[in-house]
């Protein structure tokens, strides 16, 4: 508790910008700062909040940025995939597949197995099925929406397509 002048005048120091949310609840802590800081930037930044009277023990959540980015690129990736199937054209397909993430969970799982790195493997795994199903409901919604609206034929037939 009392922190929130030194920690802002770290990230302050280091040019991070950040925003505060004033504690309105418990009363066990003061307020909450979220800030980006790049992967390699985390140890750093987090030991100079230590020097500056952070506990050990404070709540620190460090969250990875590339999840949200994951799941827009899937569903952009659906998205033109849809499209693509809708309209019978394989190249915007072919694009789709340069624009999934799928691969990244892919190469996880697969670098994860050799040295038995069973979280790594695991976790590439699971999002690779998660990716594949949020594909599928994604797809699935887009189709129908597309098919009750007036952007496709009413008479267009999916199984018809080539």
């Known amino acids: 508790m009392g922190k929130r002048q030194s920690v802002l005048a770290v990230l302050d120091d280091e040019g ?3 925003a505060v949310w004033d504690e309105t609840g418990r009363k066990d802590f003061e307020a909450l700062v979220q800030f980006p800081v790049p992967p390699i930037g ?11 009277g952070i506990r050990e023990n404070t709540y620190t959540i460090v969250l990875t ?17 849809t499209g693509g199937l809708l309209l019978d054209l394989a190249t915007t397909i072919i694009g789709a597949m340069v624009v999934a993430p ?22 590439g ?17 887009l189709g129908i929406l597309l098919k009750e609206s007036v952007l496709l034929p009413p008479d267009l037939d999916i199984r018809e397509i080539s």
């Open 16 to 18: 991070i910008d950040y």
């Open 42 to 52: 985390v140890e750093p930044v987090l030991e100079r909040l230590r020097k500056a």
């Open 65 to 81: 940025p590339e999840t949200s980015t994951y799941l827009a690129f899937l569903v952009l990736s659906t998205v033109i995939a």
């Open 102 to 123: 799928l691969m990244g969970p892919a190469i996880s799982a697969s670098v994860g197995t050799v040295p038995d790195n069973r979280e790594l493997a695991s976790r």
């Open 125 to 141: 795994i699971k999002m690779q099925v998660g990716g594949l199903l949020l594909a599928t409901v994604i797809g699935e919604l």
